[in-house]
């Protein structure tokens, strides 16, 4: 097992200052000596995207413990799209994610913890969260907080892509605002982000195709027992990667990026994807590229899973058929098998097993799509370059 950073030299100024404060927080000098994981929750009463990561916490603590672990749960800023967009038009969002990593230094870094698990929601948390791995460079765990439910009106589902996707018919007169007013009653019936394939559940996917989530973890319902059961094997993987010395920039290897590219088109995913990403290769001071990697592996990557709002799948349709693990195995060797993840196995290994979980128990879905039978060719996203924009028109670290 590795030296734990977190030990302090018995007798020193910061050993004594520190015991006597988590003394009277009740931890004993057995406590103080095992690894010292902060969870990181963003929880917020401002966003149901937050609203249910103190429970999430709680299953990621019980983890930990049973892996020998010392949680700490610390809080950091929670920007939402829908909520914190009302401000200077928009323009706190990318602020706010770049806010996180910092709020996570000061606190993580700070203190000289071992490593973190992240619990992340909304669009700028997952990033956030990336970045602040990368940078780092601690073992880290991300958990998933899952998509929220819809709800129905009419007969009809509606959910958040629907508000959003109405506002024009409203302005138009093509939609009653009684209508309209009824369809925001009902689109959010749980906590979690927006059910679609936006920035949220991209950067989801993008999380575990990079390796630094539990295996199978994305998409995942919010509540749901599978999440729970992935927050509390997170905590007990981040004890795990601490005894290992298992680091984010051992994982997010040029390998590692491109399978998140190759998993991006094959959904096509939020182009946030691409900004999000780049930060967190220059976080983690890796020399990927990553609009080219999309301009590079765009067109020998077909569109495996249409959904929405890019097509008629649901993501409960995509998760029911697999999620990204699915996904990446089905992508076949236009992946990297060699790229490590954060659970040690290969990307290769994680793959077959869930090939030959499939030859037991086929599922039946057709959610996602095979190599043989896409659902369009590639490439599903397109970076323009120009005379204007010659580094690609979407370049925003």
């Not at 939402?80 to 009302?86: L, P, Y």
């Not at 086929?362 to 005379?387: E, H, K, Q, Y």
Request: hydrophobic share 40%.
């Amino acid at each position: 097992m590795v030296s734990l950073r977190s030990n302090f030299e018995v007798g020193s100024t910061a050993w004594a200052v520190r015991r006597s404060q988590w003394r009277a927080l009740g931890l004993s000098d057995d406590d103080m000596e095992k690894p010292k994981v902060a969870i990181v929750n963003s929880t917020s009463e401002l966003s149901s995207c937050f609203s249910h990561l103190n429970d999430v916490a709680e299953r990621v603590k019980t983890g930990i413990r049973e892996a020998g672990g010392l949680p700490f749960v610390i809080h950091t800023t929670a920007p939402s799209d829908f909520i914190t967009n009302a401000g200077k038009g928009g323009r706190y969002l990318m602020p706010g994610r770049d806010l996180i990593p910092n709020d996570i230094e000061v606190a993580v870094e700070g203190a000289l913890l071992d490593g973190m698990v992240c619990l992340s929601t909304c669009d700028k948390t997952t990033p956030g969260h990336l970045m602040a791995a990368a940078r780092l460079n601690l073992p880290t765990v991300i958990v998933i907080g899952g998509y929220q439910s819809h709800g129905m009106l009419s007969r009809r589902p509606v959910d958040i892509e629907d508000v959003f996707e109405s506002v024009g018919s409203v302005v138009e007169g093509q939609l009653s605002a009684e209508h309209f007013k009824a369809m925001t009653e009902n689109a959010i019936c749980s906590p979690g982000v927006c059910a679609g394939m936006g920035t949220a559940n991209s950067m989801h996917l993008c999380a575990e195709a990079l390796g630094l989530t539990v295996p199978g973890s994305a998409p995942v319902a919010a509540g749901s027992r599978a999440m729970a059961e992935h927050a509390q094997n997170a905590g007990r993987l981040v004890v795990e990667c601490i005894r290992a010395d298992r680091r984010p920039r051992d994982i997010l290897t040029p390998g590692a990026f491109a399978n998140a590219v190759r998993a991006c088109l094959a959904v096509s995913a939020s182009i946030n994807t691409l900004r999000h990403m780049q930060a967190v290769a220059q976080e983690a001071e890796s020399p990927v590229d990553v609009y080219r990697l999309f301009d590079e592996l765009g067109p020998s990557t077909p569109l495996l899973a249409a959904i929405r709002p890019n097509g008629p799948v649901r993501t409960t349709e995509f998760e029911a058929a697999g999620g990204t693990r699915a996904l990446l195995a089905h992508l076949g060797d236009l992946v990297d098998r060699t790229a490590i993840t954060v659970t040690g196995e290969t990307r290769g290994e994680i793959s077959d097993a869930y090939i030959k979980q499939q030859h037991d128990e086929p599922n039946p879905s057709t959610a996602i799509r095979t190599l043989g039978d896409p659902v369009a060719p590639g490439p599903s996203i397109v970076v323009p370059r120009g005379n204007l924009s010659p580094e690609g028109c979407c370049r925003l670290p």
